[in-house]
């Protein structure tokens, strides 16, 4: 069964390039453009992993990393550097990425993160 993966993002284009990655790799995405779209599949929808933009709309998207089932391993991203929220992210769990990103790093980051829960 692949893993469940659940990509959010305001831009719809982002969404669906992140979505169709994931998918070529083998995971199930679950994507989601809005915070209260992404709360509804998080919550339904049980993901094993989330890729979440740090900025959705008026929201803040470390409050989806922090309602989330303790231990659901998660990767924010960002379209800038800011050591604050990056310190938030790592406080709360949560791999902490710059946009663009690569692809590689992100699936290879993707692969440890749920490798670290499954042998935890």
């Known amino acids: 069964m692949a893993a469940k993966v659940l ?3 305001d831009d719809p284009v982002t969404c669906d ?9 083998g995971y199930e995405p679950l994507t989601a453009t809005t ?7 998080l919550h339904e929808q049980k993901p094993d992993i989330a890729i979440v933009d740090i900025r959705l709309g008026p929201y803040n998207g470390l409050q989806l990393i922090i309602e989330a089932e303790t231990g659901m ?13 990056e310190a938030e992210a790592r406080k709360a769990g949560a791999e902490y990425m ?3 990103v690569d692809p590689a790093r992100l699936l290879e980051l ?3 993160k749920l490798k670290d829960v499954r042998t935890t």
Do not use: M, N
């Not at 391993?73 to 929220?85: E, K, M, N, Q």
């Open 7 to 9: 990509v959010v993002d």
């Open 17 to 25: 390039g992140l979505s169709q990655l994931l998918r070529g790799a």
């Open 35 to 41: 915070f209260h779209d992404a709360r509804t599949v």
């Open 73 to 85: 391993p998660a990767i924010v991203v960002s379209g800038f550097h800011d050591t604050t929220l």
């Open 98 to 100: 710059i946009k663009p």
């Open 110 to 112: 993707v692969e440890r």
